[in-house]
């Protein structure tokens, strides 16, 4: 099975710009959730979808959405961009449903850089 | 809410050697709890997980760990040390039932040397 994919892998955008970042989930999974991870904060939760679904959602600003298709395939977009959403964002796919734990599976990410 | 602490940022160890790497969690409920390991410029990787049952824990690449409830921990441990062990390494934690967002530490970065 192919793992995770992430598009772009490296992005450089300026302040004030948008951006969108696409992930494509393992075939039969679910559900994506999406993570921002920087030096200085680590490793944050930002939003998970479910059958197209929003389910969690993090404590981030409005500027931060996401979307999920029909295809399991999702987005997240950031809008007016600021310095310090410079960072790895990572898409991570499980079966998802139920009650169950089912393992995320990470992709290699996108490296947003903010200029 | 819960919370995790990697106590060590980084932790330099010699090649054979054994190494532990410790993490401690807050949370007022039961929580899952799960090591993950990241390798450069790649993304997260499970190294192993503990729902319920035997607290010790045994996952890939030689590595396990011990979930203490009276001490609230979930330290990794490997008895040999490789240098292709040299990553950086996430401990998390969720919420039952399932399906609950990750809450991770910070990291520890663990270096080998030859």
């Known amino acids: 099975k192919a793992g995770v994919t992430q598009t772009p892998r490296y992005l450089i955008k300026t302040r004030g710009q948008q951006v969108t970042l696409s992930c494509s989930p393992i075939s039969g999974h679910r559900s994506v959730s999406w993570y921002q991870q920087t030096p200085g904060q680590g490793l944050q939760f930002l939003f998970e979808y479910f059958s197209e679904t929003q389910r969690n959602k993090g404590n981030f600003p409005g500027r931060f959405s996401g979307r999920q298709f029909s295809n399991s395939r999702s987005e997240m977009n950031v809008s007016t961009l600021e310095l310090g959403d410079s960072a790895l964002y990572l898409c991570a796919s499980s079966i998802g449903g139920g009650r169950q734990v089912y393992e995320q599976y990470f992709g290699p990410g996108t490296r947003l850089t903010v200029t | 809410a819960q919370s995790v602490t990697q106590l060590d940022s980084q932790v330099p160890v010699f090649e054979e050697a054994p190494v532990e790497l410790r993490c401690n969690y807050s949370s007022s409920v039961s929580v899952y709890l799960f090591w993950y390991v990241q390798y450069p410029n790649q993304g997260l990787q499970l190294l192993l997980k503990y729902l319920s049952g035997s607290t010790l824990v045994k996952g890939i690449n030689g590595f396990e760990a011990e979930f203490n409830k009276s001490q609230t921990s979930f330290h990794l441990r490997k008895p040999s040390v490789h240098i292709s062990d040299t990553a950086e390494y996430f401990c998390?934690?969720?919420?039952?039932?399932?399906?609950?967002?990750?809450?991770f530490g910070k990291g520890t970065r663990l270096s080998v040397i030859a």
């Open positions: 998390a934690v969720s919420l039952p039932p399932g399906n609950t967002p990750l809450v």
